[in-house]
Nanobody, 123 residues
Framework: QVQLVESGGGLVQPGGSLRLSCAASGFKLDYYAIGWFRQAPGKEREGVSCISSSNGNTWYGDSVKGRFTISRDNAKNTVYLQMNSLKPEDTAVYYC????????????????WGQGTQVTVSL
């Protein structure tokens, strides 16, 4: 059974950091680009970041550039999203998704995604 499980969300103060994890079961992440997207209440989904399967190339949405870093550990079948300098507007449910490549993953190029993990940035 193909499954992606996001974890690491929580409540953090503005300026703080969180590291999200995206763990795969039932398949190997090696062969997929992995993207992170988020959705806040009342807002459209937003592409956050993507990492390719082959050369580790990365993509970031404008709102997170310089603050978020995506990485992957194929040995652990896991992709990470390190989020620093968090802002209240980063509050959302964060999802990871498989894709064929980062050039075409957003918004319609995702294949599978998980249930999401809630990130809340507030005092």
């Amino acid at each position: 059974q193909v499954q992606l499980v996001e974890s690491g969300g929580g409540l953090v103060q503005p300026g703080g950091s969180l590291r999200l994890s995206c763990a795969a079961s039932g398949f190997k992440l090696d062969y997929y680009a992995i993207g992170w997207f988020r959705q806040a209440p009342g807002k459209e989904r937003e592409g956050v970041s993507c990492i390719s399967s082959s050369n580790g190339n990365t993509w970031y949405g404008d709102s997170v550039k310089g603050r978020f870093t995506i990485s992957r550990d194929n040995a652990k079948n896991t992709v990470y999203l390190q989020m620093n300098s968090l802002k209240p507007e980063d509050t959302a449910v964060y999802y990871c998704a498989t894709a064929k490549g980062c050039g075409s993953w957003w918004p319609d190029g995702m294949d599978y995604w998980g249930q999401g993990t809630q990130v809340t940035v507030s005092l």
